[in-house]
């Protein structure tokens, strides 16, 4: 079966630190992988996302993630934490089937 | 450029009553499914649909039903409302594998 799980249901970073949010999918078939954000009662923003070709994808402001394959991981990065990426972070796979699978989320807290 | 349009944003239902959660979506795309969020369970699929007139079921169905008589609509019917349907539903579509687009979210509370 596709899943997606998602380590660590909360993570709390300083301002400056580096950002690092856990992704691992369980598939038979080629993975499309996305990354979400959503902000207090709002709803989900595309960060970025992994179809075919380059394993390091880059998304907007700032953060990049790295598909791998033999880890059957899409951890999501950013070099450098901002109070303003507090937020709740959604890792999600779409397989054959054309459903999008999501994550149980990971709320990013970011302290001064 | 409107995306996915979602109405109504927030409703209130007592027990027992019906309603139907609507979404529209401009940009001519076969697929559109509908979501529900609930705090550390991420977004369940409820129903999805390849094009007008196909729907099927996804991972929580129950409590459900849909229609997609247009490209444009595919609205969510709740017949009986029960507390356990509180909870914030997202529609989107899609077409092809690269981006999927969600609706701002309607926030429903059952009482």
């Known amino acids: 079966a596709q899943s997606v799980t998602q380590l660590g249901s909360h993570v709390s970073v300083s301002e400056g630190a580096l950002v690092l949010l856990r992704c691992n999918y369980s598939s038979s078939v080629p993975p499309y992988l996305f990354w979400y954000v959503q902000y207090p009662n709002q709803g989900l923003q595309l960060l970025l996302k992994y179809t075919t070709g380059a394993t390091l994808v880059k998304g907007i402001n700032g953060f990049e993630a790295e598909f791998k394959k033999s880890e059957t991981s899409f951890h999501l990065t950013k070099p450098s934490a901002h109070m303003s990426d507090a937020a709740e972070y959604f890792c999600?796979?779409?397989?054959?089937?054309?459903?999008?699978?999501f994550g149980q989320g990971t709320t990013l807290q970011v302290k001064p | 450029n409107a995306g996915v349009t979602q109405t109504p944003k927030f409703r209130i239902l007592k027990i027992g009553q019906s309603m139907t959660l609507q979404c529209t979506q401009d940009?001519?795309?076969?697929?559109m499914y509908w979501y529900r969020q609930d705090p550390g369970m991420g977004l369940k699929l409820i129903y999805y649909?390849?094009?007008?007139?196909?729907?099927d079921k996804g991972e929580v169905p129950n409590g459900y039903n849909v229609s997609r008589s247009t490209t444009e609509d595919f609205p969510l019917r709740l017949e009986l409302a029960a507390p356990s349907q509180t909870s914030v539903y997202f529609c989107?579509?899609?077409?092809?594998?690269?981006?999927?687009?969600f609706g701002s979210g309607t926030r429903l509370t059952v009482v």
């Open positions: 649909s390849v094009g007008a007139g196909i729907t």
């Open positions: 999600a796979f779409s397989g054959n089937t054309g459903k999008l699978i």
């Open positions: 989107a579509s899609r077409e092809g594998n690269y981006g999927y687009t």
């Open positions: 940009m001519n795309h076969n697929y």
